[in-house]
């Protein structure tokens, strides 16, 4: 990745991320747009095996999900994702996860009701991570309404570009689980705001 | 009465990397300090050798996180050293712009989500946003100023793609810093706030005469360029580093302990740059230094804190400059050839000098690379400075001793990844 040689690149293949031009509003000095009704976010590298199941899901849902749901790839700085939740009402996160659990177990936590647990917190302190930008933005008070957070248990996490089976697997049964949640947020969303 | 404790950090928190702190101390005696980095060696000298010139930028960067843009300044520094050529105009100010959005990204994160809570008393940053989240936000929203910064300039915000011996693969236009310029002017307010909060803090009572080595230019407060100075008579050209300096290894740390030679250990880092460098600072960031009371020397490492606001205020004054004179160049970078021999370069990483020294072969391949971080260089002074801390605060209750022990490790913002290239904290009785 480090030996990439166009340094702003376009935002390729992201019809639904908020910045299609590549251009962030906030660095042109734009205005932004609304709240969002619903923000996916995918956090991995593309590069690291197991890591990239997150990044697979995101781009398989962008491709199905209608336009008015966010959906975005987080490989860099993680508190970027405090920015993310003060501009939605729903917010998903779909990450990779070390455990002892076997590959592909799936965890679906509601982090807008239940606090994570400190050992999800990893030890590098030099960015702010998944866990911590959430429960910074619950003390912050900035938490979205819902927040739902699936975690894939992976088992290679080497410079890689392919999926170990198991986690291939789960990641098809995560992105039928959140377009459920997103036919459900809709179908909230219209019905308390009926055309 | 014989009295031995142990005082024990089995995970030092909220430092980058791996390390503990064992202290035994007997008789109101400080026996042994032990700080032990145990993340594992990661030889980035040795696999550097072989490689083109070229790719140093790019595989340096990868050392930390944090300080990418630090590695990818001091090796293209060393490879133009090397090769005889001189940056300078506007790429010159583009990469300074470069390192304005680092140090403030890095300075705010250790501002105040790592060092602040120890001051306030809370666990985390987390358990700080509760009770203070005006300074939370703004410590984010500075975070992100940062970022973007940085993003804009060189591809993203972590491991930055853009740099390159004799300048950029790719300039920015006048109209790409539209946005950040106003958000940078907003960031330099806050930054001053910034100030103002953290001189609030409460300091525990602790000085030392150190011997400070920072960089020195002429005329700039250093972050690139100048002579190696200290406030103990060293003045010495950077190619003459590993005559002054000497790498150690103990038995029980993974990083290399560097001392200067005949002498003790020394400090480099924000408290250095600032004590020796104090009439380079932009016009705003001194004006914030005096209304703090932070005139030099000074001498108490916890302040450290302060010295990181207010260069925060220094890198978004200067980065304010340089963008509101910035011209375009005509080319990205400079040509040059490449020719066989040493290079050497140091820069001021957030943490303080990084010294790199490359061997070139006539084939354009990295025969022989030596990089010394700023973490392992403070090393000795961290043991030197707990010695002294515990031996002056006995009679503090061990728990209330063992938190100010971490605390003062993190005065020093430690990165121990990039050290071993290196915290958990033991303090023993016996």
């Keep these: 990745m480090h030996f990439m040689r166009n340094p702003l690149p376009q935002a390729y293949g992201r019809r639904n991320i908020r910045n299609p031009n590549g251009v962030d509003p906030d660095l042109a000095g734009q205005e932004k747009p609304g709240k969002r009704l619903v923000t996916i976010v995918g956090v991995g590298n593309e590069f690291r095996g197991d890591d ?69 917190f990893t030890a590098s302190t030099h960015s702010i991570d998944l866990a911590r930008s959430i429960e910074l933005a619950r003390a912050l008070k900035q938490l979205p309404s819902s927040v739902l957070v699936y975690g894939i248990v992976g088992k290679d996490f080497s410079f890689t570009p392919s999926l170990t089976q198991q ?29 | 009465m014989n009295s031995s404790r142990i005082l024990k950090v089995d995970y030092l928190s909220r430092v980058e990397g791996e390390g503990t702190l064992l202290i035994k101390t007997k008789n109101s005696h400080v026996e042994d300090i032990k700080f032990k980095i145990f993340e594992p060696p990661r030889f980035f000298e040795a696999f550097l050798r072989g490689r083109k010139y070229s790719e140093a930028p790019d595989i340096t960067a990868r050392i930390c996180g944090i300080c990418p843009v630090a590695y990818q300044m001091s090796s293209v520094h060393a490879m133009e050293n090397a090769f005889g050529v001189k940056v300078e105009g506007q790429l010159r100010e583009l990469r300074r712009l470069l390192y304005c959005g680092e140090w403030i990204e890095s300075h ?36 992100k100023t940062g970022n973007d910064l940085v993003a804009l300039l060189a591809g993203r915000e972590i491991h930055p ?33 910034t100030v103002r909060w953290t001189a609030t803090l409460p300091f525990p009572d602790f000085e030392y ?21 200290s406030n103990k008579g060293l003045d010495i050209d950077i190619h003459e580093y590993e005559l002054m300096f000497h790498e150690s290894h103990v038995p029980y740390s993974n990083a290399l302990q560097s001392t200067m030679k005949g002498r003790m250990a020394y400090l480099t880092g924000p408290l250095a740059r600032h004590n020796l460098n104090f009439d380079r600072l932009s016009p705003l960031a001194a004006e914030a230094a005096r209304e703090v009371k932070m005139i030099p020397p000074v001498l108490n490492p916890f302040k450290s804190i302060i010295v990181r606001a207010i260069e925060t205020v220094f890198a978004c004054e200067e980065a304010i400059r340089i963008i509101e004179n910035y011209e375009p160049p005509e ?9 066989p021999g040493f290079g050497f370069g140091c820069t001021e990483a957030p943490r303080g000098i990084l010294y790199h020294r490359y061997l070139i072969g ?69």
């Design chain 2, 362 to 430: 006539d084939d354009g391949l990295i025969k022989d690379a030596k990089i010394v971080p700023p973490t392992a260089q403070n090393q000795r002074m961290i043991e030197s400075d707990l010695r002294n801390f515990v031996t002056a605060n006995f009679g503090l209750a061990k728990q209330d001793l063992t938190l100010q022990c971490e605390q003062l490790i993190r005065n020093y913002d430690p990165c121990i990844s990039c050290a071993t290239h290196f915290l958990k904290l033991t303090v023993e009785e016996t």
């Design chain 2, 161 to 193: 793609i853009n740099v390159k011996v004799g300048g950029f693969y790719k300039l920015p236009q006048k109209k790409d810093f539209t946005g950040i310029l106003e958000r940078l002017k907003k960031a330099r307010d806050e930054a001053y706030e």
């Design chain 2, 108 to 143: 705010v994160l250790h501002v105040y989500m790592l060092h602040a809570p120890d001051f306030l008393g809370y666990e985390d940053a987390i358990q700080l946003a509760k009770d203070f989240p005006d300074a939370v936000q703004r410590g984010l929203r500075l975070k």
């Design chain 2, 331 to 339: 080319n990205p970078a400079l040509n040059y050839s490449v020719r």
């Design chain 1, 167 to 195: 986690v291939k697997e789960s990641a098809e049964t995560v992105k039928n689980k959140i377009m459920n949640d997103v036919e459900r947020i809709l179908a909230s969303s219209l019905s308390s705001n009926p055309a």
């Design chain 2, 209 to 229: 005469d150190y011997e400070f080595v920072a960089l020195r230019h002429p005329s700039e407060y250093p972050f690139n360029e100048g002579r190696l100075v």
């Design chain 1, 52 to 120: 990239s199941v997150a990044i697979l899901v995101s781009r398989i849902l962008r491709d199905t999900l209608p336009d008015k749901v966010e959906v975005v790839e987080l490989s860099g700085d993680q508190s970027n994702l405090l920015e993310l939740m003060k501009d939605t009402d729903n917010l998903i996160i779909v990450d990779a996860v070390c455990s002892p659990a076997p590959a592909g177990t799936i965890f679906r936590i509601n982090a807008s009701e239940e606090s994570f647990p400190s050992n999800f």
